[in-house]
């Protein structure tokens, strides 16, 4: 690999383990698919491109059938943005574990970090925040998602769990003006949090302007108390990203405004009437044994 | 990071996993340093200068005192040849298991390949061999080291077995003239192999010529159908290497010439007394039940 004079390497590696990255009932397509894009969004999330990708595996066994399937996931998204596999080790091992590292290039003047946020920015999200977490609420808890919703729904929402778009053409584009990036991999509110302490700032969120795909809007119409899930579910690898409110013309992809950065630390949700939400469904479980309807 | 100016990235990944690349045994600080040395060794036998180095850890539990000690020895190797952890991600899995990812640079007309054995080349090798092998045969078949053999040398192959010394320095410095280099992992035959397969050439060995430790001379001295050993065993981690005899003299550290690169494919071993080895080691498992004195 060259790496074109005056930019700078940036890499990111991630390790996956069945049955607690992904459920273990993941076709292999998806299983290859998903490894690279977390992986894709967090160069993203640097405003990076990318260069290469190296690839370890430890299998319980060699199955072609499986080994093949997982192989085109792999590749459909690695050809999708030229990413070449430069390297990889598959060994035996009882437990399917991923490691994935991939490697990118960027202006070293122009590479989105967690730590520069300001008070007065804008807080932004690309996409819709939430379909990743019904996803697999869908799949541990069969008969979790409402009756209402059609099979169409529900297969973007699967869709929107195990191949996630690494938003490369965003954070690279993003990386021209924006403060502060992070991909939502943990949460919304968590990795909001990540950049609020990097940054040494607080912000305050309204959660109705949280934007949602017509398939999340539909079960929330039959399940209200689902509602909070898109502030607390990750997976969804779309960018949060603040900037200045001059800037925002600048933004020439789907994204949403949805808060903004203050000076004063902590993090404040306000709901639909503009009240603060008393209690923040920051660790909310959607899957505990003990969910109640929740505000 | 950053890569000077018209020198390529080479990238290098392992991924070990206890008890198979390891025994479970081996201490904490050991596996970290081990699990470095394989990866730059990768990287010498490239003749390439490590960059920076990724780590994706998948443990059982998080042991702080083994974190420490494994941390400890990734660290100490680390330091010694300046690589900097550029990444890290780590999860929890019932199988410990180590993903290592090292970046480096060099010059791209002068990166040592597999596939550039020619004919009349000498092949040679450095440091001793077949050390790493007994090191671990006395650890998995206790009292199977001689009675005769020092504890200052038992010692030494331990050490070659948990914390080989990747030849960074001798790689950068055969990049400049040498023409196939490997490192030796899975056996002095088999990397070899490796070598004429990809260069489409043979080779002769002879097998007195392998440069022995005193603690191996010690070893064969006392049990001598262990001999073989050095021609199979791995994790040795020296560079086997081809190179014009015109351009030995070039060759300022320790290495010593085991035979010759030939036109003729296939690859022939010599005894002692130049005959060649009717029963070539190859696949001979120093721990298999069914061990017997071989030639």
């Given amino acids: 690999m060259r790496v074109p004079t005056g930019e700078a390497l940036l890499v990111s590696t991630d390790v996956l383990v069945s049955d607690r990255h992904f459920p273990a009932a993941t076709s292999p397509f998806d299983v290859g698919y998903k490894a690279l894009a977390v992986n894709l969004s967090d160069l993203a999330a640097m405003g990076a491109r990318p260069l290469g990708v190296t690839l370890g595996l430890a299998l319980p066994n060699v199955d072609p059938v499986w080994l093949e399937a997982f192989a085109a996931g792999f590749y459909t998204l690695a050809a999708e943005h030229a990413v070449r596999l430069v390297g990889g080790d598959t060994v035996k091992s009882p437990q399917l574990t991923l490691a994935v590292t991939v490697m990118g290039r960027a202006n070293p003047a122009q590479i989105l970090r967690r730590s520069s946020a300001q008070p007065g920015d804008w807080i932004a999200v690309t996409g819709t925040?939430?379909?990743?977490?019904?996803?697999?609420?869908?799949?541990?808890?069969?008969?979790?998602?409402?009756?209402?919703?059609?099979?169409?729904?529900?297969?973007?929402?699967?869709?929107?769990?195990?191949?996630?778009?690494?938003?490369?053409?965003e954070g690279h584009r993003l990386a021209e003006f924006a403060h502060a990036a992070i991909d939502i991999s943990d949460g919304l509110l968590q990795d909001l949090q990540h950049i609020l302490t990097a940054s040494g700032v607080g912000a305050v969120i309204e959660q109705a302007k949280i934007p949602l795909s017509p398939a999340a809007q539909a079960w929330f119409q039959a399940d209200p108390t689902a509602q909070v899930l898109p502030l607390s579910a990750g997976d969804d690898y779309e960018l949060l990203f603040t900037l200045k409110p001059q800037d925002w013309p600048q933004v020439d992809f789907p994204a949403t405004v949805i808060g903004r950065i203050e000076a004063e630390p902590g993090l404040r949700v306000l709901d639909a009437e503009g009240q603060p939400l008393s209690l923040l469904p920051h660790g909310f479980d959607h899957f505990s044994p003990n969910r109640t309807s929740q505000p």
Avoid at 140 to 168: C, G, K
């Fill in 129 to 169: 925040v939430g379909d990743a977490g019904l996803g697999l609420c869908s799949i541990l808890e069969p008969n979790s998602d409402p009756a209402s919703l059609s099979p169409a729904d529900l297969t973007f929402l699967h869709s929107r769990l195990n191949r996630p778009s690494p938003r490369l053409t």
